[in-house]
């Protein structure tokens, strides 16, 4: 095998090797968080958010998470700030909740952008159950939010 080949092997693997591991989504525990540039307290502070929020895991370190969030940024929080609850948020304009899994299904209740749900469940494809704070629960369109 060439070195152009190997390295051109080499290259693909580390782009797709990751490709078949699933996604690891937690959800933010505290009131507030405080996200870092850097694994430590003495970093600097980029922002806030509120409990709820989800955010996909991108790695761990000794009492850190490095994790993006639904806006693509990509921070530090501290790990006792994570919680393994799954969350999603809305990211239309305005999403309906359905009574099941259907276009067609009556429409329990609807969030607009940046509304937090719990994640519940799979559903048919194209759709994940979740349920609002209030309790209401239903489906919802994937395409109408990020956290999956």
Not at 83 to 106: E, F, G, P, W, Y
Request: zero cysteines; glycine letters at 8%; aromatic letters at 10%.
């Amino acid at each position: 095998m060439s070195r152009l080949s190997f390295a051109l092997l080499f290259a693909t693997a580390a782009l797709f090797g990751g490709a078949a591991h699933a996604l690891e989504y937690r959800s933010v525990a505290v009131p507030v968080a405080i996200f870092y540039d850097a694994p430590s307290t003495q970093g600097k502070k980029l922002y806030l958010t509120k409990a709820g929020a989800p955010l996909e895991v991108v790695t761990k370190m000794e009492g850190w998470v490095k994790v993006r969030d639904a806006e693509g940024t990509i921070a530090w929080i501290q790990d006792n700030a994570v919680s393994s609850k799954r969350t999603l948020v809305v990211t239309a304009d305005l999403a309906d909740i359905r009574q099941s899994a259907v276009d067609t299904a009556a429409v329990v209740f609807q969030a607009e952008k940046w509304v937090s749900l719990e994640f519940l469940e799979g559903a048919p494809a194209g759709w994940a159950k979740v349920k609002h704070r209030d309790g209401a629960s239903g489906f919802v369109r994937i395409t109408q939010i990020w956290g999956l």
